[in-house]
């Protein structure tokens, strides 16, 4: 498909654009088109009196040209619709420099009013220029619907059939078409130099959201997606993609309930590739401070070649992680950092309920927390049987524990006699001494400590709050469920955690320190111990809006008192 073709060059050259023509202001006061060559005169005493004006033009870059268009209208609109976001879209393509687009405060857009995509009209619009989008909380909001042929109405909220399969079958009658949001840079072309940011723009009921392909960088900074459902035709679209050498940068994201329709593949009897709401192929991930919930994507994750890092996030109830090298022995990387993966409820698809590596493919699990309830897992036993949940490393896959806790409930009473931690094929598990993984009945202490390659390897003791009912085992929900219990072996259990110790936490992206948990607590205590996996304390919840009105009102009263008591009661 479009999403998943390599080219034979993915790994790519470096290449560097040629620096543009700098404008320059005549004597005549009109703009002139000039190359700053350096003088020599550049390079001696009065470098700042002569070339201060070259040297500042030539440090903006394309800025000079670049200009701000404004998005006004309620609806997606045509390239020839001013004030609409594909006329935004069109003019920020075909003028020079990094443009702006700045979206009107709090709009909702109807994306179903207006132009497609002419070459990929299942798309709204691509960027081919380097821009920056301020969304400023707008809303792209779509409303798909089909009529089945039994009848039955299926819209963003209401998913008829199963969620891993096409949901157009011949005979249904479209009512509105899905449609995705925007395309950065074009498939199979190098697209090195287009640099695109979008800032806390919204999406309710898009089909997908954004694909970045080959050599394109997308930075999104916010937004909150929802009912991203996937009614095309085009089966299995993630909702974030990354295509051949793209960046892919995710900060401060919200997916919940993304329904791409597609479904894993089995390669054989102890390997599959995820599907993924979000997906890469020989590509760079970055996601911080990100949650998917509630999402149906064959797998949250889908990394295949490149490298992802996933660091302070939460994927809850949305599938797995799988990563796995490309062609020709290109290596993917995953590192699961400070993360929470909670594979509870929601997503519930036996084959997605693991970390799964593959070939060329490691996984490294720093101060994360795995929670996995296997009451929830249900589906086909093939091709792994009912092993492997929630961690599979297969045909030569790594996972590497590193501060990280692992913990399975009910798995006795529902895949007794099955290992819940398995190798396949050259596969490799291993974990740290200040890593906890929970032992089973069916693999106790001794078998993981040599399993995990790891003689002093904890396996058991009490971790988090755990619910009965009816004899069946919950964690609580999150954030609660993930804070470690004051009597847990997890706590405290990292020793020279602080600024510069040997255990100190950073950050894969950046390589700076992480000095909070996922959850915005201080990730170590006052003495540099810091809790193994990803929470350190109980988060602070946030006042409710009664509580704020309440404390707005009374310092409201507070304020006109002490006004009354200064300047007299006859002022009010």
């Not at 001696?44 to 070339?51: F, N, T």
């Not at 950065?184 to 640099?195: E, R």
């Not at 993917?332 to 997605?352: A, H, V």
């Not at 190798?423 to 890593?435: I, K, Q, R, V």
């Amino acid at each position: 498909t479009e999403e998943h073709r390599l080219p034979a060059d993915a790994g790519g050259s470096l290449v560097l654009p040629l620096l543009p023509r700098l404008p320059r202001q005549s004597a005549l006061g009109t703009t002139t088109m000039h190359r700053h060559l350096p003088s020599r005169r550049c390079f001696s005493s009065v470098l700042l009196q002569r070339c201060a004006l070259p040297l500042v033009l030539l440090m903006s870059g394309t800025a000079a040209n670049a200009a701000d268009f404004d998005v006004t209208l309620d609806f997606w609109g045509t390239t020839s619709t001013v004030g609409s976001f594909a006329w935004a879209v069109d003019q920020a393509n075909t003028t020079p420099g990094v443009d702006t687009i700045r979206v009107q405060s709090g709009l909702q857009i109807d994306a179903d009013n207006g132009a497609k995509l002419a070459s990929s009209p299942t798309w709204l619009t691509r960027f081919t220029e380097s821009v920056t989008v301020e969304g400023n909380g707008a809303t792209l909001v779509a409303d798909p619907a089909y009529i089945t042929t039994g009848g039955l109405i299926a819209t963003k909220t209401n998913i008829v059939g199963s969620p891993y399969s096409s949901p157009l079958v011949p005979g249904d009658a479209v009512v509105r078409a899905g449609v995705s949001f925007a395309q950065v840079g074009t498939f199979g072309q190098d697209n090195s130099g287009v640099d695109v940011t979008i800032r806390n723009l919204n999406a309710d009921g898009v089909a997908s959201l954004l694909s970045v392909n080959d050599k394109a960088t997308l930075s999104v900074d916010g937004g909150r997606y929802t009912n991203i459902v996937n009614y095309t035709g085009v089966d299995g679209r993630s909702a974030f993609v990354a295509n051949n050498g793209a960046t892919l940068n995710l900060d401060g994201i919200a997916l919940n309930k993304n329904y791409p329709f597609g479904d894993i593949i089995a390669v054989d009897n102890d390997f599959v590739i995820f599907n993924g709401s979000i997906s890469g192929l020989a590509s760079t991930l970055n996601m911080q401070n990100s949650t998917i919930t509630g999402s149906y994507g064959a797998g949250a994750l889908n990394w295949v070649g490149g490298t992802a890092n996933v660091v302070s996030s939460v994927l809850s109830n949305s599938g797995g992680l799988q990563i796995s090298g490309g062609d020709g022995g290109i290596v993917g990387t995953l590192n699961f950092t400070n993360s929470i993966l909670e594979l509870n409820d929601g997503e519930t698809m036996q084959q997605t309920q693991r970390i799964l590596t593959g070939p060329n493919g490691m996984a490294n699990v720093e101060a994360s927390s795995i929670l996995y309830n296997s009451v929830f897992s249900n589906g086909s036993n093939e091709p792994f049987g009912y092993e492997g949940m929630p961690l599979t490393a297969a045909q030569g896959g790594t996972i590497n524990f590193d501060s990280s806790v692992v913990v399975p409930l009910n798995w006795d009473d529902f895949f007794a006699g099955n290992d819940t931690y398995i190798e396949l094929t050259g596969g490799n598990l291993t974990a740290d001494e200040f890593s906890f993984v929970m032992a089973t009945a069916s693999q106790d202490q001794a078998a993981l400590q040599a399993l995990f390659n790891n003689a002093s390897l904890t396996t058991s003791g009490d971790t988090f709050a755990i619910s009965e009912i009816t004899g069946i085992d919950f964690f609580e929900s999150l954030p609660q469920g993930a804070v470690p219990l004051t009597t847990s072996p997890l706590v405290d259990a990292v020793s020279d955690a602080g600024s510069g110790g040997a255990n100190e936490l950073l950050n894969p992206i950046d390589g700076q320190p992480l000095l909070f948990d996922v959850y915005g607590s201080p990730r170590t205590n006052g003495l540099g111990f810091r809790n193994t996996g990803a929470v350190q304390a109980a988060p602070v919840p946030e006042p409710s809006s009664w509580v704020l009105a309440g404390m707005a009102a009374g310092m409201a009263g507070w304020w006109r008192l002490r006004r009354r008591a200064a300047w007299g009661a006859d002022r009010w």
